[in-house]
């Protein structure tokens, strides 16, 4: 493979390294790439098997020969990687989960993991790494990019969450999943004229909060980049609601807010309405992609293969103004995102 930047006995610390930027470098004598591993990292996502399927088949049309790696960076430790070809990610576009497995694997930011890392994909001769997922599995390839494997992200995570980009793989089956959830929660809340305090995940981020309540006409949103004020923003709404002659009452909060349970109590406690708590919890990762979620991830799955095709390293794939694209992963991370002011106004011009 021959790719690696430095004497792994005179390593400097990797978190003192960049990536190289492709866009800076004339690749030109940079040998093409041959053999690509691919893995999911990280919690899943609705939507993976679809970019693993695109990459696989993209890949091999390109001319690659393909490996999937098992667990994360836990696989590839251990070298759990298998050769892919067309017919191994066939009746995968559809099933949610997935069929690579996936693992957090916090021991892989060390210096010593990360070489680990690199010393299998050497045995494999494995020319560059595609990993589907979140921030902390972008850090990972990072860490590989830094000591010069060429890797390429591409965004799989619920949450919505990785700064570089508008969209991330999972997400809309995430908040589809949740939207019918509520939709039941409230048939059962409106028979027993109760509150459902209902619980979505988003790690510390609103999104899937924020527009899953506006779908489902939620009296209260509570997400953790908004400050709230519990009697006005909650109790209020839903004694207005009450002397208007409504009959159920929906509050979404993000799992970053964190006390649900509390919540719900004060809000019985305050107004003498019964309140249940829900917590959704892992059904929100699970269930077959959307449609968004399936054509997302196969156009993503394309874009990175043509980065490797482009000798194009060490980039994360994004939706940046409605297109695809892809972006430097050291400047990628380096990015921050927070809840468009626009869907929170309107949010609360519904509520
Ligand atoms: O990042 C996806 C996510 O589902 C978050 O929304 C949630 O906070 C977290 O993962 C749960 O992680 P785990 O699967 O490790 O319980």
Redesign the pocket.
Known sequence: MGRLLYDENNLPEIMSLKAPNYDNIDTSAVEPIKRVGVLTS??DAPGMNAAIRSVVRAGIAAGFEMYGVNRGYHGLWKGEINKLDGRSVSETLQRGGTFLMTA?SKSFMTDEGVLKGARMMEAYELDALVVIG?DGSYKGARALARIGIPVIGIPG???NDIASTEYTIGYDTAMNTAMQCIDKLRDTASSHERCSVIEV???HAGWIALNVGIATGAESILIPEVPYDFNKDVLRVILDGRNKGKKHYIVIVA?GVERTDDIARQIEEATGIEARTTILG?LQ?GGSPTLRDRTMASLMGIRAIDCLIEKRFNRIVALQNGEITDVDIEAGLEMSKTITPELIEQAKRLG
């Open positions: 990280g919690g957090r979140g995570t619920i949450d995940m988003g790690r799992e892992h990762r």
